[in-house]
């Protein structure tokens, strides 16, 4: 079952996939039990000049570079699995950032706030690129300022030490 991915060495960095004495993770076995050719045509679709995501309602299209150059979105070739009590918590982290994150723009286009008890500089706010002066006083549907959100994941210590 572990053929495809071999025994290697790995200092102190965290092994998403294994445990410390080198067992495969549970919710890591079934990518290991795919085959090598099953990876290889993942990978050829996930860097092909028009990747797709294979889910109704999901497109993927050509974003702009910081050079202005058009760009592909990554996609990775296999998922990162992550068993459901570690998902259940990055979820509920996720769902609170994005609350998070529309309560304040909410704030900063409507009663602002934050901005009137200094809780943020308003000059932070009003030179950002990204703020638009029309949007003040626009009532948006259901208060959702950010309907698409894309998320990195990155772990720097093992979850449970």
């Avoid at 993927?60 to 150059?69: I, K, N, T, W």
């Avoid at 602002?112 to 950002?128: F, M, N, T």
């Amino acid at each position: 079952m572990d053929t495809l991915f071999g025994d290697y060495p790995l200092d102190q960095a965290f092994d998403e996939m294994r445990e410390a004495n080198g067992d495969l993770r549970p919710h890591y076995r079934a990518l290991a039990e795919t085959s090598p050719a099953s990876l290889k045509k993942n990978s050829s679709a996930a860097s092909s000049p028009r990747p797709r995501l294979s889910h109704p309602g999901h497109h993927l299209h050509r974003v702009r570079s910081r050079r202005g150059h058009r760009a592909h979105l990554p996609l990775r070739p296999a998922p990162a699995p992550h068993h459901a009590q570690e998902w259940d918590r990055i979820e509920r982290g996720l769902t609170q950032r994005i609350t998070a994150l529309n309560l304040f723009l909410r704030d900063v286009y409507s009663d602002a706030k934050i901005l009137s008890d200094r809780i943020i500089p308003r000059e932070l706010v009003y030179s950002c690129k990204h703020y638009r002066r029309q949007m003040r006083g626009l009532q948006v549907p259901r208060n959702v300022y950010i309907a698409v959100v894309g998320s990195d994941l990155l772990r720097s210590t093992p979850a449970n030490s």
